[in-house]
């Protein structure tokens, strides 16, 4: 059974920096395609960042140049670095994964596995 769950959310200033986790199990991460979505109140959740299982990664353009996702095998564990947090970054971070080596998508009706949530909040 595939397990999700997100760690490292919280409260930071414009400018500053926050690493989120996401402890999987119940899989290979290794071949699993992974990424990071987010959620604000009314509106519809969107991309933030993709590695697939072949490690290519892709980013949305909101986020280009200050995010980088990442994923240790060894600790099955997935990253978000994120740093120049703005105000507008602010939303509800969640993980998701799927068994599509190859998945590219920041359609979030594509992805198969989904954790809680985290929350991040940047205050300008």
């Known amino acids: 059974q595939v397990q999700l769950v997100e760690s490292g959310g919280g409260s930071v200033q414009a400018g500053g920096s926050l690493r989120l986790s996401c402890a999987a199990s119940?899989?290979?991460?290794?071949?699993?395609?992974m990424a990071w979505f987010r959620q604000t109140p009314g509106k519809e959740r969107e991309g933030v960042a993709v590695i697939n299982g072949y490690g290519v990664t892709t980013y949305a353009d909101s986020v280009k140049g200050r995010f980088t996702i990442s994923k240790d095998n060894g600790k099955i564990t997935l990253y978000l670095q994120m740093n120049s947090l703005k105000p507008e970054d602010t939303a509800v971070y969640y993980c998701?994964?799927?068994?599509?080596?190859?998945?590219?998508?920041?359609?979030?009706?594509?992805?198969?596995?989904w954790g809680q949530g985290t929350q991040v909040t940047v205050s300008s």
């Open positions: 119940g899989f290979t991460i290794s071949t699993y395609s």
């Open positions: 998701a994964a799927d068994p599509r080596t190859t998945l590219t998508t920041m359609t979030p009706r594509l992805w198969n596995s």
